[in-house]
């Protein structure tokens, strides 16, 4: 009697934990036979699937000659609200520019995707991709040659005409 | 049971093989017993956390440990960790108590199974093995002794930290294994009774004959399997370490084997009272409906059964253990208490008190129905009829008190008299 603590009077099956504990104890055992039911993802074996829209590692697409798409016009490293392009512009003979260095450091990225949406020529794009582990930090400053390595297929930018991806 | 006792002799008298093995045969048999039961009970151990986390994946939908050998080799991972780990000594414990701490709360619990019997005896041609380790005259006492001593380890852990959280959990312990060793030793005393012996083989040979008490003496075995969670600090009783509360309990200071001790020190006094339950209530090793396990001739391969059967009921309880760990909340310390002192011990004396009336109006109504299928009707009809009321009685609910007090219907009235007042008063502003 110590806290007055108004007591609500609810039906006896509500209130009997002796029935409570049963269908407790009926309900777990229901779930440790349900083979079927764990719904644990075996991480490395099989994955989740990702949205199409997912902004992951950067790739570098490539023309039919193999060389990348950059022309170095800077628009990427400009738009980068993170700083983590590195672009040193050059042109050949023929006065095409092309990029010397362009380097992309994985650590600074926040993955926005400006840097594709951006690009006049469809070059630089973050891909559907997640798993880039390396023992050091060096080597997650990706240069043009691995951005041009990658396979992984790309994102696919928001659409205002089809907002939800279909 | 003189009955029983008379024919033991009697076949001793004619069979040779069934005088029990002794001098040199007998110490031999001594080591090799303790070999195997040492052997079987540590992996057995071993494989419990495996099955504790392979069982609380599945009944959490997920699929537990696969990776080590498909997880049949998750214990040797853990064990290997457990030795490779750094031995950790803060700077602020009592040295000599936190060293000796594990080994106390290791050994009580490994040593009560030196008097359980784990099935029917062998005959070799040496004479006759109990396939007990110590057929001690007085084993359930011994027994009810050993496990009283646990809790020393765990005191002692929990004040050698220099822990506050180490400390309330050392404390905790040993106020719930006190409370509930006492209603422990009572329920046992029905079984006591109908046996008239405390050594574990009577009792399973009473049982043999007279049913099986879980039949007879259902009230018992519920005190029973209660206490018995308490005294393992299992679910809903783990109040010593409440991680939530208490972030690991009496074994928070603890590393690498130290803490592993502990942890086999559970599942070891867990495998205790599985076999204490299956002994004392679920006929033990007893194979049903054949006599020549218990009274001979013995044969080895009945042995083995027995041994598969005992083996069995214990799985059997462990898995409940693991059920109802994985399925039901921790009680509150008050509830706790209340459920020890206000309900179990009274329940349990006034069980005592029932048995031994209904035993005694037996005797007294004369040797017909002092064994038998008369005893056993008469035991089952009022276990029957004690069950139902003690069911109907738990089944109200607020048994074990909650933090609240009934409330006098008046000054329920009283308040809500005051709350439309109020109500109107604010109406009227508006």
């Not at chain 2, 693991?322 to 004396?349: E, N, V």
Request: hydrophobic fraction near 45%; glycine fraction near 8%.
């Amino acid at each position: 009697m110590a806290i007055g603590v108004k007591i609500v009077e609810r039906p006896i099956e509500d209130v009997s934990y002796v029935r409570a504990m049963f269908r407790g104890m009926a309900l777990t055992v229901k779930h440790l036979f349900d083979v079927n039911g764990r719904v644990t993802t075996q991480y490395p074996e099989e994955k989740s699937p990702i949205s199409p829209r997912w902004r992951g590692t950067h790739r570098m697409l490539t023309t039919e000659t193999g060389k990348a798409r950059c022309v170095a016009c800077g628009l990427c490293p400009t738009v980068c609200p993170a700083n983590c392009i590195k672009l040193v512009p050059g042109e050949d003979e023929e006065g095409n520019r092309y990029p010397l260095v362009f380097e992309i450091d994985e650590f600074r990225c926040i993955f926005c995707g400006y840097c594709q949406e951006v690009c006049p020529e469809e070059a630089i794009h973050v891909g559907r991709h997640y798993e880039n582990s390396e023992y050091s930090r060096e080597g997650f400053v990706y240069d043009l040659q691995r951005l041009m390595d990658q396979t992984h297929p790309v994102c696919e930018m928001w659409d205002p005409e089809d907002p939800k991806g279909q | 049971m003189n009955a029983l006792h008379g024919v033991n002799a009697l076949y001793e008298a004619i069979d040779p093989n069934n005088t029990p093995v002794s001098g040199g045969a007998f110490l031999i048999f001594t080591i090799v017993k303790m070999l195997i039961i040492f052997t079987v009970y540590m992996v057995g151990v071993a494989m419990l956390t495996l099955a504790e986390r392979k069982i609380s994946a599945w009944i959490q939908d997920r699929h537990g440990p696969n990776r080590v050998g498909k997880g049949w080799l998750q214990p040797a991972a853990d064990g290997l960790k457990n030795f490779m780990k750094e031995e950790t000594m803060p700077a602020g414990v009592n040295k000599p108590l936190f060293v000796l701490a594990p080994i106390l709360s290791f050994i009580p619990a490994l040593t009560g199974w030196c008097v359980i019997p784990f099935g029917a005896p062998v005959a070799t041609r040496w004479g006759r093995v109990d396939l007990v380790l110590a057929d001690l005259p007085v084993g359930f006492l011994f027994i009810l002794a050993l496990t009283s001593l646990g809790v020393y380890g765990i005191v002692l852990a929990g004040w050698s930290s220099n822990n506050k959280y180490a400390l309330l959990g050392g404390l905790r312990s040993s106020a719930q294994m006190v409370s509930y060793e006492i209603s422990m030793g009572m329920s046992t005393i029905p079984v006591l009774l109908l046996a008239g012996n405390v050594s574990l083989n009577s009792i399973i040979n009473q049982q043999a004959w007279g049913g099986w008490n879980v039949i007879n003496l259902t009230v018992a075995f519920f005190i029973f399997m209660v206490a018995a969670f308490a005294e393992t600090n299992r679910l809903p009783f783990d109040l010593p370490e409440a991680e939530s509360e208490l972030i690991a309990g009496y074994h928070t200071e603890y590393s690498a084997m130290k803490f592993s001790l502990f942890f086999i020190a559970e599942y070891a006094s867990m495998v205790t009272a599985s076999a204490l339950m299956a002994t004392l209530f679920f006929g033990g090793w007893d194979v049903p409906f054949t006599a020549h396990d218990n009274i001979g001739p013995y044969s080895g391969w009945l042995s083995l059964l027995s041994v598969f059967i005992f083996l069995g009921k214990i799985l059997f309880f462990l898995f409940v253990f693991m059920w109802i760990r994985w399925t039901l909340p921790r009680f509150r310390y008050d509830q706790l208490m209340s459920l020890g002192w206000k309900f179990m011990l009274p329940l349990a004396l006034i069980y005592i008190v029932l048995i031994a009336a209904v035993l005694l109006g037996l005797s007294a109504a004369g040797s017909r129905f002092q064994q038998g299928a008369w005893q056993a009707a008469i035991l089952g009809s009022v276990n029957v009829i004690f069950v139902i009321v003690l069911f109907a009685i738990l089944d109200r609910g607020r048994i074990i008190s909650p933090a609240y007090g009934r409330m006098h219907p008046k000054e329920v009235e009283r308040l809500r008299r005051l709350d439309r007042r109020k109500r109107v008063a604010v109406e009227a502003v508006r």
